[in-house]
């Protein structure tokens, strides 16, 4: 069973940035791709971006293309999300998902997901 343990959410002004740090414990698996998800108030859960094992391949939302920044940690088992220039429509609960391939987060293939860290930007 595999347990995602998100944090760094908080409350930021508009423009400002924040940082999201997810670690991985359990049965993860040899190898497996990492990601974030999000839910904004009212709406549907929606990918932002994700990661593969190597790292060699990287997939974003458009909505966040050239403001969020995916990476892991030398050990693996952790995922980081830098999210720069912040727009009051970025105000979700993020959730750290895994998965075998970064291709299944996109398309909502996912295999455990953690319970969320608030992000609130204010205008």
């Known amino acids: 069973q595999i347990q995602l343990v998100e944090s760094g959410g908080g409350l930021v002004q508009a423009g400002g940035s924040l940082r999201l740090s997810c670690a991985a414990s359990?049965?993860?698996?040899?190898?497996?791709?990492m990601g974030w998800l999000r839910q904004a108030p009212g709406k549907e859960r929606e990918f932002v971006a994700a990661?593969?094992?190597?790292?060699?391949?990287?997939h974003y939302a458009d909505s966040v293309k050239g403001r969020f920044t995916i990476s892991r940690g030398n050990a693996k088992n952790r995922v980081y999300l830098q999210m720069n220039s912040l727009k009051p429509e970025d105000t979700a609960v993020y959730y750290c998902?895994?998965?075998?391939?970064?291709?299944?987060?996109?398309?909502?293939?996912?295999?455990?997901w953690g319970q969320g860290t608030l992000v609130t930007v204010s205008s």
């Open positions: 998902t895994t998965a075998p391939y970064s291709d299944y987060i996109v398309s909502g293939r996912l295999d455990a």
């Open positions: 359990g049965h993860t698996g040899n190898y497996y791709a």
């Open positions: 990661i593969s094992w190597s790292g060699d391949n990287i």
